[in-house]
């Protein structure tokens, strides 16, 4: 029997798990600066990062429920989730590339994560 494009690759599912990790951390840290603005709240200290402070916890738990859906979408090998991971890697790319960080390990990982994206993306429906 030969291969299939729906199996899975071993890099792919260890982006996704690694992805996962950092969506519940920052899932986690979002939570933590909002349960803080709360606690100095409801105790009448002064605001915690005040307006800032609740602008950042929100983004931060966003950010976090999309990351861990494009690792959800990468496991099972999704079309858009490739997308939306390429996109945010040519992001990353263009900023490490304008700061003149060519030789910055962020960089590095990016563009070799990128390339390996396209690499198996014939595995992705």
């Not at 307006?51 to 929100?58: A, P």
Request: aromatic share 14%; glycine share 14%; no cysteine.
């Amino acid at each position: 029997m030969t291969g299939t494009t729906n199996s899975r690759p071993l890099g792919v599912a260890g982006i996704a798990v690694l992805m996962g990790i950092l969506g519940f951390l920052v899932l986690f840290g979002g939570i933590l600066v909002l349960a803080g603005i709360t606690a100095s709240a409801f105790l009448g200290a002064p605001a915690f990062f005040g307006e800032v402070g609740l602008g950042l916890g929100l983004i931060l738990v966003i950010f976090g429920l999309i990351v861990l859906a494009v690792a959800y979408g990468l496991y099972d090998l999704h079309m858009w989730a490739l997308a939306l991971a390429i996109i945010v890697l040519l992001v990353y790319l263009v900023s490490y590339a304008l700061a003149g960080a060519y030789f910055n390990l962020g960089f590095i990982l990016a563009l070799v994560i990128f390339v390996y994206l396209l690499a198996v993306s014939r595995h992705f429906s």
